[in-house]
């Protein structure tokens, strides 16, 4: 279960987004001040901070630097009902990770509120080492064209996808061939046909490639 901090001063709204996040399931706290905060911080680890900018004597925007030099692996939200440009890059520049504007729906809260968690994740070296072949698969010319021939057609014998990604030299085709079968996208099937595994189609359903 994930950890938020709730920091606003408006009692309302600070109960409502409280109550709202417990209903999705994650464990919350509120303060009301950016001091309070802290002192909160000294003592509990977050996973999230949801900040309000407009607090008391300490403004959101410089609790960020505060809150981060306690905890540089939490996550900041801001929020705040008078959005502009250069607020909100000001926020970043600090260390905000995401600028929700006042008033916003619960799902896109929740939303966002996954999708920072997501980036703090720590990732196995394995993990990193994969996708360092998966993009290396997809900056290759030859490498895309295979998997758009795939996805075409569904399993092809190896003579027929030389043909169909129009490339002559039977060695060359069948090292990028082998990278993305190294690399999980493709799988070579009994009958010696490949095709696309779940990692591949998710590739081709997930944008990171151009139809």
Do not use: W
């Not at 410089?62 to 009902?81: C, E, H, N, R, S």
């Not at 809260?109 to 968690?117: A, N, Y």
């Not at 030299?169 to 999980?184: A, I, P």
Request: net charge negative.
């Amino acid at each position: 279960m994930k950890k938020v901090l709730i920091v606003e001063d408006d009692d309302s709204l600070r109960d409502s987004l409280c109550a709202a996040l417990e209903y999705e399931n994650f464990e919350v706290e509120c303060d009301s001040s950016v001091e309070t905060a802290l002192a909160r911080l000294k003592e509990e680890n977050f996973d999230v901070i949801l900040l309000d900018i407009m607090l008391g004597e300490i403004s959101g925007i410089d609790g960020i630097t505060l809150f981060k030099y306690l905890q540089p692996g939490v996550a900041i939200i801001i929020m705040t009902a008078f959005a502009t440009v250069d607020l909100a890059v000001n926020a970043m520049k600090k260390g905000a990770d995401e600028f929700l504007t006042k008033p916003f729906d619960i799902d896109t809260l929740v939303v966002t509120l996954k999708k920072v968690v997501q980036k703090y994740q720590p990732k196995s070296v394995k993990s990193e080492r994969d996708d360092d072949l998966i993009f290396s698969a997809l900056a290759n010319p030859i490498r895309r064209s295979v998997i758009k021939q795939l996805r075409l057609y569904h399993q092809v014998k190896f003579m027929d996808l030389c043909r169909l990604v129009d490339v002559d030299d039977h060695t060359k085709f069948n090292f990028h061939l082998r990278q993305l079968v190294n690399c999980g996208i493709v799988k070579k099937l009994n009958h010696k046909e490949y095709t696309l595994t779940a990692l591949g189609k998710d590739i081709c359903s997930g944008g990171l490639m151009e139809f």
